[in-house]
T-cell receptor
Framework: GQQLNQSPQSMFIQEGEDVSMNCTSS?????WLWYKQDPGEGPVLLIA?????ELTSNGRLTAQFGITRKDSFLNISASIPSDVGIYFC???????????FGAGTRLTVKP | DAGVTQSPTHLIKTRGQHVTLRCSPI?????VSWYQQVLGQGPQFIFQ???????GRGNFPDRFSARQFPNYSSELNVNALLLGDSALYLC?????????????FGEGSRLTVL
């Protein structure tokens, strides 16, 4: 239970294009988080969502907490080369002792 | 301010050996969690420690153990290493016990088991 399914697995886009990725679960989450992992680094938090329906932006990034609390999406506008990396959705487990992560979306941006 | 620091950054072991990984949380953070990240997957929860007590344990065998010291640093120990233990081991710290907010990750310890 409480598995997070991310799609797509990977994306290859041209610099300047917009990107959309999403995360779904068969279980309800009360918090949705989006992390980015660069090569050789640990994940870094991009956006945190705490309320169903919430739409939050962080620069060129926008994320939404789905109304059903079973999904979330992340959009990146006007992509740049430094957007390259792996994007993970995450949410706390039902007992809040651990964070569940999706398998990630690997983004490649071609200049 | 120093972030989460982990050591060693890379290590190679052979099957059956034992390994100890170390983590220093951000100053003021009392919660430390350990995650295993296998290539191509997201991090998988191993342990959470808060105020020196184990508060959560993931679905890992008893070969995995951890502890937290009075200064809130932590060690992860893995005994009788298997090839499948090869992974990036991530330590994350947070200010509070309840994982509803931000986890701050270190760069990880990359373990290769031959």
């Amino acid at each position: 239970g409480q598995q997070l399914n991310q799609s797509p697995q990977s994306m290859f886009i041209q610099e300047g294009e917009d990107v959309s990725m999403n995360c779904t679960s068969s279980s309800i989450f009360n918090t949705w988080l989006w992390y980015k992992q660069d090569p050789g680094e640990g994940p870094v938090l991009l956006i945190a969502l705490y309320k169903a329906g919430e739409l939050t932006s962080n620069g060129r990034l926008t994320a939404q907490f789905g109304i059903t609390r079973k999904d979330s999406f992340l959009n990146i506008s006007a992509s740049i080369p430094s957007d390259v990396g792996i994007y993970f959705c995450a949410g706390p487990s039902y007992n809040n002792n651990d964070m569940r992560f999706g398998a990630g979306t690997r983004l490649t941006v071609k200049p | 301010d120093a972030g989460v620091t982990q050591s060693p950054t890379h290590l190679i072991k052979t099957r059956g050996q034992h390994v100890t990984l170390r983590c220093s949380p951000i100053s003021g953070h009392k919660s430390v969690s350990w995650y295993q990240q296998v290539l191509g997957q997201g991090p998988q929860f191993i342990f959470q420690y808060y105020e020196k007590e184990e508060r959560g344990r993931g679905n890992f065998p008893d070969r995995f153990s951890a502890r937290q010291f009075p200064n809130y640093s932590s060690e992860l120990n893995v005994n009788a290493l298997l090839l499948g233990d090869s992974a990036l081991y991530l330590c994350a710290s947070s200010q509070i016990r309840v994982n509803t907010g931000e986890l701050f990750f270190g760069e990880g310890s990359r373990l290769t088991v031959l």
